[in-house]
């Protein structure tokens, strides 16, 4: 019963993730263009990895499952090498794998996804 509790809990901040990346692009972006028109021309907006998210939503998951798996098997791998374990975190995992995938799996794929991650 936790672990689908824990699922739910994930589903719902995914979605609530991809509403405000929605929210950005289609609303806020346009804002500020206007504003950076007067203050500074020429000025581009930058934005963080979310924005890709909503363009390959099967691709992230991938490349995050490929990231969270290489997490800990460096983290079982690490002590035999004589280095320090490094502690896999999740939301770390989750922006740079799930990005990673999308870029995989734009350059190669579900199998460019799940070495991408």
């Not at 589903?11 to 806020?28: K, P, Q, T």
């Not at 460096?74 to 870029?103: D, E, K, Q």
């Amino acid at each position: 019963m936790y672990a689908f509790m824990q699922s739910i809990q994930f589903v719902a901040g995914v979605f609530v993730l991809y509403s405000g990346v929605r929210l950005l692009l289609n609303e806020l972006v346009p804002a500020f263009r206007g504003i950076a028109m007067r203050i500074v021309p020429d000025a581009k907006p930058a934005l963080d990895c979310p924005v890709l998210f909503p363009y390959a939503p099967n691709a992230v998951i991938v490349g995050f499952l490929a990231t969270t798996v290489g997490s800990i098997i460096g983290m079982l791998v690490f002590p035999m090498f004589g280095l320090a374990m490094i502690l896999p975190g999740l939301l770390t995992n989750f922006f740079a794998g799930g990005t990673a995938g999308v870029f995989g799996n734009a350059l190669g794929g579900r199998r460019g996804a799940m070495i991408g991650g």
